[in-house]
Nanobody
Framework: QVQLVESGGGSVQSGGSLRLSCAAS????????MGWSRQAPGKAREWVVT???????GYADSVKGRFTTSQDNAKNTLYLQMNSLKPEDTAMYYC????????WGQGTQVTVSS
């Protein structure tokens, strides 16, 4: 059974940074088909990052150059480093795993104030 637990969210001012973590069990973060999505209040869930393979990672245009995903295989944890945060980055952030049907974590809230 795949379980994903996000952490690291919080409140920051515009221009600040946060690093989100996604601790995985039942699924190896060294595998492909993992990623991050986010959902702002009243909006649809938005794709942020997809790890298609170790050498192919896709970022949404809105976060490209500011967000970077990485993993610690020993800890089986996926990270999302978020720099130069903007108020429009405010959302609940979720990690997901699995090709096709995804397993989702419970989410971690990120709030960016101007």
């Amino acid at each position: 059974q795949v379980q994903l637990v996000e952490s690291g969210g919080g409140s920051v001012q515009s221009g600040g940074s946060l690093r989100l973590s996604c601790a995985a069990s039942g699924y190896s973060v060294s595998s492909a088909c993992m990623g991050w999505s986010r959902q702002a209040p009243g909006k649809a869930r938005e794709w942020v990052v997809t790890i298609y393979s170790r050498s192919t990672i896709g970022y949404a245009d809105s976060v490209k150059g500011r967000f970077t995903t990485s993993q610690d295989n020993a800890k089986n944890t996926l990270y999302l480093q978020m720099n130069s945060l903007k108020p429009e980055d405010t959302a609940m952030y979720y990690c997901w795993a699995g090709c096709g049907r995804h397993t989702w974590g419970q989410g971690t809230q990120v709030t960016v104030s101007s």
